[in-house]
């Protein structure tokens, strides 16, 4: 039996299900509460939702792969697994906080890893204004959406809209336009992550926009703030030489 004490989660796809039936096992199995780490075996939309689930838990996150991409995962093995973590290099993430309000006059917050997002509901493209700690920086943007992205979030759908990778740990958020209409040139732009950005609304009646935090969404909303809650860490952990960082880095020479 192992003296690290592993709490094991896993997807319900057959390879995530298999995995954690051989791991429990082989090393034993704990309640997340009195374990040392947390592993995830699954894809990465799994980690996202093991990372959620654990926003207020200290303990560490080590995920293996069991899914698709497996971006924000390791290499799927059942031996050495603690070798593999007492050599394993740890990032701290933080997680954005968006604060929602609806048309009806109520208001939502979630939070999201990835990015948060305001996007057209229907045909019609949506008109946002976008300020900036207090002040207007584009008074109409016509577009499909956009989204303010953290880096560990910067390789998905940011990048998938011709959005900055951005390396962990340099403090800057990125906020990228989708499908921009008007102005046509503007591609985005790199923030600090101290920065408190508004998504205001325009004409919300005729062009509906929904707010989207990864996985949670707010339709109907008339204005959306998003900033970088600070006081929240995620620890995870990555195999010695394939960390996050180098992950990220790796990516933005991928041709």
Not at 119 to 133: E, F, G, M, N, V
Request: charged share 25%; net charge negative; glycine share 8%.
């Amino acid at each position: 039996m192992s003296s690290v004490k592993f709490a094991f989660a896993a997807s319900r796809s057959p390879n995530g299900q298999a995995a954690i039936k051989d791991l429990e096992a082989k090393y034993g199995s704990r309640p997340i509460e009195d374990a040392d780490v947390i592993v995830a075996l699954g894809g990465d939309g799994f980690m996202l939702q093991t990372m959620h689930r654990n926003m207020d838990n200290p303990k560490p996150i080590y995920g293996m792969n069991r899914g698709s991409v497996g971006f924000l995962l390791n290499e799927y093995n059942e031996d050495d697994l603690e070798e593999r973590l007492a050599k394993a290099e740890s990032v701290e993430l933080h997680p954005l906080r968006m604060k929602a309000y609806r048309e009806a006059g109520t208001s939502q917050e979630a939070l999201a890893i990835n990015e948060v997002s305001v996007l057209r509901q229907t045909r019609q493209a949506a008109k946002l204004r976008i300020s900036i700690d207090g002040q207007v920086r584009i008074e109409e943007l016509i577009c499909d959406g956009c989204m303010l992205s953290t880096p560990a979030g910067s390789t998905a759908y940011n990048m998938s809209a011709h959005g900055p990778i951005l390396p962990i740990g340099t403090g800057v958020l990125a906020l990228t336009p989708v499908s921009a209409f008007r102005p046509r040139r503007w591609k985005g732009a790199i923030l600090p992550s101290g920065a408190r950005v508004k998504f205001e609304m325009l004409e919300e009646f005729k062009r509906p926009v929904s707010a989207v935090a990864d996985a949670t969404e707010v339709r109907d909303v008339n204005e959306v703030e998003v900033w970088e809650d600070s006081e929240i860490s995620l620890n995870l952990l990555f195999d010695a030489g394939h960390s996050l960082e180098e992950r990220i880095l790796r990516e933005q020479f991928t041709v």
